[in-house]
């Protein structure tokens, strides 16, 4: 087998490659939500009685030379009333594939407790919410694609996919419920109908509904401490099926002082006939006055963990008033 022959198979099997990425990180920030409950649910966009900024970075696969890597900027806030309003913009390159996107969304929450029960520290209250957004993202590859891994002889088909370009709009809705420290709710996205660019668009399938289920209870403890467990559940209609169990135990302190919290993620992939561990994942917070900080790094426990150390995670958020607990 010569030489040319062997850099086309090369180009081939990793082209099919980043664009399976591609497709499978079609919403890379929604893994990223116990930074940033928001980003997987648009109900929550001024659930919280304040207004924050956050912004997240991950870093996937390290150890691997052009591996995936997401970053991500959000703000959301509650005007007087029941109206939240947020909005999230986002980036990830994943080797020769690049996608950008941004989301806005429109909340109205609707106050379920009376009189002295309901306080201006709205997650501790009874609250049904519901939400619409819209959002547009723009998929693509390295423009430099061509020049990196095209053969000494022109190829028409590599000078075309350098070049390629497809945006595209959608939508999501979301329902958010809290009683004081429960908490649930359910979102979906993906509701018209799309395709992500490839060699043959008229052969590409129509992207799935995804679905996105949050479960979970706040229990105080002594000394100001919680515990909150809770599981997200992801699903899409074509048959795809993820579960996240999470863990968090927080110490709030008073607002001169550091409050911190710890968390334990244990990911599956919930395939029929294909269940496994995923990913285990310990997240560290801090929060101090009015300033968050977060890592996270990610263990993966599949068999892509011989071929890389993992991933890191990194939060920064600055909320416009002071808050005793983590702002989901």
Not at 118 to 146: C, E, H, I, M, P
Not at 254 to 276: C, H, I, K, V
Not at 286 to 298: P, R, T, V
């Amino acid at each position: 087998m010569n030489a040319r022959l062997l850099k086309s198979i090369f180009v081939c099997i990793f082209l099919a490659f980043s664009y399976a990425v591609l497709k499978a990180q079609e919403y890379p920030i929604y893994n990223q939500y116990y930074f940033n409950y928001f980003l997987v649910n648009p109900a929550i966009a001024g659930s919280n009685d304040c207004s924050y900024f956050m912004g997240t970075h991950k870093q996937q696969w390290l150890g691997i030379e052009d591996a995936p890597y997401t970053t991500s900027f959000s703000y959301q806030t509650r005007f007087s009333g029941n109206i939240g309003v947020g909005t999230y913009f986002f980036n990830d390159n994943n080797g020769y594939s690049k996608q950008q996107g941004a989301q806005i969304s429109a909340a109205y929450h609707i106050p379920m407790a009376s009189g002295a029960r309901y306080t201006k520290a709205v997650r501790k209250d009874r609250q049904l919410s519901f939400a619409v957004s819209a959002k547009f993202f723009n998929y693509g590859f390295d423009s430099d694609l061509y020049q990196r891994i095209a053969t000494a002889r022109y190829d028409q088909a590599l000078q075309d996919l350098s070049t390629m370009q497809s945006q595209a709009f959608n939508a999501n809705v979301g329902v958010y419920y809290t009683s004081y420290g429960f908490f649930t709710g359910m979102s979906f996205t993906n509701l018209a109908r799309m395709k992500m660019p490839s060699f043959d668009e008229a052969l590409e399938p129509l992207l799935p509904l995804s679905g996105f289920f949050l479960l979970g209870n706040e229990f105080d403890m002594k000394n100001d401490e919680t515990l909150e467990p809770s599981l997200m559940y992801k699903f899409t209609t074509n048959g795809t099926m993820a579960l996240d169990v999470n863990a968090r135990y927080s110490r709030n302190m008073p607002r001169e002082q550091f409050s911190y919290w710890l968390q334990l993620t244990a990911r599956m992939s919930m395939d029929p006939g294909n269940f496994q561990a995923l990913t285990a994942l310990p997240v560290l917070g801090f929060q101090f006055n009015k300033f968050h900080m977060a890592f996270a790094y990610g263990i993966d426990l599949n068999r892509i963990v011989r071929y890389n150390y993992g991933s890191l995670e990194l939060m920064l958020g600055y909320t416009m008033c002071y808050v005793e607990k983590f702002c989901r």
